[in-house]
């Protein structure tokens, strides 16, 4: 049987080969459609290969009667509608690993130019100055470099600067002993990085977590004379305080390939001499751009050989009838292990998720995709969904485990969810309670009845009177209102935890004021 791809953006040829090299597939070049040209030529097609340009809607995935699989050469989705696609059963797949080395080796160009003031130097040779004495610069051999983020592109930096006789001091949530060990760098918090380091470069994902991650405070603990690279994504790093702390000559420059809002051309930072920046050039290759249409090439050609496609972005089908039994727990699930993000601060090495009661005799993995995605969401953002949960927890080391029982105990359906690292084990359960909807029903130890929605602050205190009207108080007094209260204790008089919901998120300062009050022993914020 012969397939029928449509091309509707600009692809290169050598990126689509695996597509004219394969029996079974008939490629067609139609770009610059009209949205209106797109769903009456859509119609004929089984498979669709994007890049930014066209915006496969809701209008265009239901007139696509044969469309089976929608690749996008890139890493972003933002222009398929995923969940049209996903009821409609196609599936899309994308490029996450096509641009790794285009931005790694971006990233060691724009250090070796900040360091050798490349670009400055230039430009005053443009203007006809012959100026050697001020752009001095300095040697990479023996310098330290921190890494934040040490996923795919952080680590091809770190050993590539190893190449440049540098020593690497990284951090990374999933950064174990034995992979420091292995790659050769040194294993740090975020913190101890930026102490250490004379260049810092970061490598994560924009995340509510990440969101001004290098700030005032950061530069406060920095080496006078640092310098800074962001090759990741516009928004980690602060760039007033980032402006200020040139000015003030803490730090000794900046290389930025990203800003928080681009196009950035009247962006402050680029006034100051001691910063040089490229137009979000990172993935601007020509191997870049071939690599990610490869990959989603090649999914293709995957899909119409009856085989399972390496880089989906969507659930997979589900028949209707098993999805209406697991669909209730999918939010629940999600929930459960975005409350266990907040349990540990060491790298997880094992996930285990017990099904008991009317959930032991139904297929369960996209519940376990749903708890694996929640847990792992603070990392990886919007990278993460429900189909490549499980394959990015198997990159980090991760080995997820399933067990099923038919006894529930007390519920009618409980999952369990634990997490194991090298010294602890933290579990967190949950029901749907018919009528009233999720619940969380055990944190820790501790037997608490909680809706997992909201802001919450969770509390580690010891058993004694006062201890809540204390919280009470000092909440009151920075107008933070409490609308629900659960608390729980092992013994009487020992350690207990009290878990409140409020009605809006709570700063680190606020935590703060908390964790000075008398017998209180952690405080921390839940996101739900």
Not at 351 to 359: H, M, N, P, T, V
């Amino acid at each position: 049987m012969t397939y029928r791809v449509l091309i509707s953006d600009p692809l290169s040829e050598d990126g689509i080969y695996p597509l004219r090299e394969a029996d079974n597939l008939e490629v067609d070049i139609i770009t610059d459609l009209t949205p209106e040209e797109l769903v009456k030529t859509i119609v004929d097609y089984d498979a669709l290969l994007v890049r930014s340009q066209t915006k496969v809607t809701e209008e265009v995935i239901a007139a696509g009667k044969k469309l089976k699989i929608i690749g996008r050469a890139g890493v972003g989705v933002d222009n398929i509608d995923l969940k049209a696609a996903t009821e409609h059963g196609v599936i899309v797949v994308n490029a996450p690993d096509g641009n790794t080395n285009s931005a790694a080796e971006h990233t060691i160009a724009m250090l070796t130019a900040l360091a050798r003031k490349i670009p400055q130097a230039y430009y005053a040779l443009k203007n006809k100055k012959w100026d050697r004495k001020t752009y001095v610069g300095v040697e990479l051999k023996g310098k330290t470099l921190g890494v934040i983020g040490l996923g795919r592109i952080g680590r091809e930096v770190a050993l590539r600067a190893k190449g440049q006789r540098m020593n690497v001091i990284a951090y990374d949530p999933f950064l174990t002993d034995e992979k420091a060990e292995h790659i050769g760098v040194t294993k740090g918090t975020v913190e101890e990085v930026v102490q250490a380091a004379d260049f810092i470069t970061i490598h994560t994902p924009l995340l509510k977590e990440t969101k001004n991650l290098i700030n005032q405070k950061m530069f406060d603990k920095m080496k006078p004379g640092v310098q800074l690279i962001n090759v990741a994504r516009g928004g980690i790093i602060n760039e007033d305080d980032l402006y200020d702390a040139i000015v003030a000559g803490k730090v000794a420059g900046a290389a930025l390939d990203v800003f928080e809002v681009e196009p950035a051309v009247d962006n402050k930072l680029l006034e100051l001499p001691e910063v040089i920046a490229t137009p979000h050039l990172g993935a601007s290759t020509v191997e870049a751009q071939e690599s990610v249409a490869i990959d989603v090439s090649h999914d293709v050609v995957r899909l119409f050989n009856g085989q399972p496609v390496k880089n989906p972005v969507n659930m997979p089908a589900v028949p209707k009838d098993i999805m209406k039994k697991i669909e209730p727990y999918f939010y629940l699930a999600e929930k459960l292990g975005r409350f266990l993000t907040n349990l540990t601060d060491e790298v997880i090495k094992e996930i285990k998720i017990s099904y008991s009661g009317e959930l032991h005799n139904v297929e369960v993995a996209p519940i376990t995709r749903n708890t694996v995605k929640g847990l792992l969401k603070p990392h990886y953002g919007e990278r993460i969904n429900d189909v490549n949960a499980a394959y990015l927890a198997e990159q980090q080391g991760i080995v997820i485990n399933e067990h099923k029982t038919s006894h529930p105990k007390d519920f009618t359906n409980l999952i369990k969810v634990e997490i194991k690292t090298d010294t602890e084990t933290k579990a967190i359960a949950g029901t749907l309670l018919k009528g009233f909807g999720p619940r969380i029903v055990q944190v820790e130890e501790y037997r608490v009845d909680l809706v997992p929605e909201g802001h919450l602050i969770y509390i580690h205190h010891k058993d004694q009177p006062g201890a809540i009207g204390r919280v009470g108080t000092e909440l009151a007094k920075k107008g933070i209102n409490i609308a629900t209260m659960q608390v729980g204790r092992k013994d009487i008089g020992g350690a207990a935890i009290m878990l409140l919901s409020v009605d809006e998120e709570v700063t680190d300062e606020e935590l703060q004021v908390l964790l000075d009050l008398k017998d209180i022993y952690k405080v921390s914020a839940v996101e739900l």
